[in-house]
């Protein structure tokens, strides 16, 4: 029977690790539903559960949270639950978390979100390799397709030059060596007892974990933690509803920085990225609009007394040609012009259109292009000034911030191209090898500013070098220019395009919305929505007492052996059917589609292919354009086209416009 443990002091630190890992989790009045999750993904585990173990500590739950997680644990060997008073925020369940842990590490997850199925082991692995303090492992974000992208580009072990980004997101969704946390007093903020919330406590968390000595890394091959958002989760957001107290946990940050011993060229990077994100993006810029109007008023007074007292002006050299025009405004005050360059700076994007989409061997190739443009639909505003290229923003806003906050010259150099894949289950995603190129075109006296791309996806390695997972995955491009960042899907219009990949097929094709979409292993489109049949080399041979049906098909490319299970049906013309087991056949002769044709009375027979592998995917049951005539005892059988199905067919025929 599963019972309630006593909460750890201080002094009760185990001085051998007896597990590989602990999963701390926070509890307060969690809903089924993310429990459920929670659990799942626990279950789910690649790691023997005799290897880890998952320490619920309940914050006072007023309601049956801890009865239910006594229930959970009834079953689960690997699981503990404790509780305590209540403090307001999960500060407090996770430091006690850490004093009562049995893992060598300890990895810090919220009572609703999901741990991928080989999270532990991969992680664990990794870090005890390359005798790693701290870990920060693939996460995802249901509400971001592109989160914290440039942190998980590729694997770090361990470098001997430590910098901030290596720690991000600084979330608390990461991997830490418990004796480290330990040994050097790293704990999370709490506040006052019932009112202990203590907004971005997981950024006070990794800044202590970074002035330390810890040894870092990143996994970025393998997914390990997704950031479930809007079902009920948890969020930081209900700090925002007030601007004073949302500001002075800002200020906590900085004083923190500040008092942290970290090196300058470090915590600069980390005030930069707060200042740059938190201030000028989502309070002061175009996140600021989405505010109430008083709000918006009271938190443009509280950023200037915030930069004046708490940024350093060197803060601005590290601030992209977006940004830096803003931050000039608050130190000038000149706020009263913020709110007309937040509306001027809103809704620019760059929406990539595919010129070409097809598969060669194992490869997806797609090559797009894009243009910048303002909320309008026009060209992002720029013009030459000399040698120097501009942004346009409004004449009241130029004359106060000047050239120098303006010039985006350096930025056509830096400006990024990414493709990537996202898996529409779990947002997964992965960087697909880009060749991109960002540039300047003049265009009837106008300035453009027009991005072109080519990405290449190959199912067996395109998931930072292991295979793409089953699944349906979106194709975006996300392009980044003078702080602008865009990353919608590939819009797309043309026909599908497939493949046989050692022993999946693989399916390029455009969505209602005209959407670029990547079906890797059959899950949504059959490989007959996305070829056609050889009308001239389709053929029926007798073998034995059968007779075998060999269409080869046009359109898709073939790497590696491929053999997907596929049915035959015979239709003769009193409207009985014959059922025969056939082949998809992908190999180095090219595809085909193979089946044996035993008993066929004489007579004359429709052909129809169903190849619908899974429940859901476009396919099924389709009309061919072939007739089988067999002759008196079955001894002579040839295929010939159906006049109706070329001429004049009463519906879709495989193959035929």
């Known amino acids: 029977m599963a019972t309630l443990e006593i909460p750890a002091g201080p002094d009760d630190r185990m001085e051998k690790d007896e597990l590989a890992a602990t999963v701390v989790i926070p509890t307060y009045c969690s809903d089924s539903g993310g429990l459920d999750r929670v659990m799942t993904s626990l279950d789910s585990q690649s790691l023997p ?32 639950v404790t509780t305590i008073p209540n403090s307001g925020w999960p500060s407090r369940p996770r430091n006690v978390g850490v004093r009562m842990a049995r893992g060598e590490y300890v990895v810090f997850m919220d009572h609703d979100d999901i741990l991928f199925p080989n999270a532990l082991e991969d992680a664990t692995r990794f870090a005890r390799a390359h005798g790693l303090d701290a870990l920060s492992a693939k996460e995802v974000k249901t509400s971001s397709r592109f989160f914290t992208w440039r942190a998980f580009q590729r694997d770090i072990s361990a ?11 600084m979330t608390p969704h990461k991997m830490y060596r418990r004796r480290h946390l330990l040994e050097h007093g790293i704990v999370f903020p709490e506040g006052k007892l019932g009112e202990g919330k203590v907004q971005w406590e997981d950024i006070h968390f990794n800044i202590d974990v970074y002035a330390s000595t810890a040894r870092l890394g990143v996994l970025a091959s393998r997914p390990f933690y997704h950031w479930v958002v809007g079902h009920g989760s948890n969020s930081s957001s209900s700090f925002t509803r007030d601007p004073n107290e949302y500001w002075q946990h800002l200020v906590e940050i900085f004083v ?112 797009c292009e894009a243009l910048w443009t303002a909320e309008s639909g026009a060209p992002l505003g720029l013009h030459c000034d000399g040698d120097r290229l501009l942004r346009v923003v409004p004449d009241e806003v130029a004359a106060v911030v000047g050239k120098q906050d303006l010039d985006v010259t350096q930025a056509l150099d830096e400006a990024c191209v990414d493709f990537a894949i996202t898996a529409r289950d779990s947002r997964l995603a992965w960087p697909v090898p880009t060749d991109g190129e960002t540039r300047i075109v003049e265009e009837e006296g106008r300035v453009l500013v027009r991005v072109d791309a080519t990405g290449v996806v190959d199912p067996r390695t395109g998931a930072l070098g292991h295979r793409v997972d089953d699944g349906l995955w979106e194709v975006a491009l996300r392009s980044t220019f003078a702080g602008f960042a865009s990353s919608p899907q590939v819009q797309y219009a043309g026909p599908p395009v497939a493949a046989l990949v050692e022993g999946r097929l693989v399916t390029a094709f455009s969505s209602p919305k005209q959407r670029l979409l990547l079906d890797v292993g059959g899950r949504r489109r059959t490989l007959l929505t ?17 007779h075998r049906l060999l269409v080869p098909l046009l359109d898709v490319e073939v790497s590696g052996v491929t053999r997907l299970a596929v049915r035959v049906l015979l239709r003769s013309e009193e409207r009985e059917k014959m059922t025969f087991a056939g082949e998809v056949i992908g190999d180095s002769s090219g595809a085909r589609l193979e089946a044996v044709l035993v008993g066929v009375p004489q007579g004359r027979h429709r052909v129809l292919v169903d190849d619908t592998p899974a429940a859901g995917a476009r396919g099924g049951m389709r009309v061919t354009p072939f007739v089988l005539d067999v002759g008196r005892g079955g001894r002579a059988a040839r295929m010939r086209l159906s006049r109706e199905a070329v001429r004049k067919p009463k519906r879709p025929v495989w193959g035929m416009p």
């Not at 619920?56 to 009834?74: H, I, N, Y």
């Not at 470098?159 to 997101?169: G, N």
Request: charged share 30%; aromatic share 6%; hydrophobic share 40%.
């Open 159 to 169: 470098p001997d030059h430590k910098e901030p980004v290596l720690l991000s997101p």
């Open 49 to 80: 559960h005799e290897q880890f173990e998952a320490l619920f500590v309940d914050d006072g739950s007023p309601d049956d949270t801890v009865e239910r997680l006594l229930a959970l644990a009834e079953t689960r060997p690997y699981m503990r």
């Open 256 to 367: 923190h920085l500040d008092e942290s011993g970290m090196d300058q060229q470090s915590a600069d990077w980390i005030r930069a990225s707060n200042y740059s994100n938190r201030v000028l993006q989502g309070m002061v810029g175009p996140g600021g609009l989405k505010r109430d109007p008083a709000y918006y008023a009271r938190a443009l007074e509280l950023a200037e007394e915030f930069v004046a007292r708490y940024v350093p002006r060197r803060i601005d050299a590290l601030l992209d040609p977006l940004r830096k025009p803003r931050s000039t405004l608050l130190r000038k005050g000149r706020a009263d012009l913020l709110r007309l360059l937040a509306e001027h700076d809103q809704g620019v994007r760059a929406v990539p259109v595919a010129t070409a989409v097809r598969m060669l061997g194992s490869e997806l190739r797609v090559t």
């Open 530 to 546: 996305a070829t056609r049949p050889d009308l001239e080399a389709a053929a029926v041979r007798r073998s034995g007492l059968a």
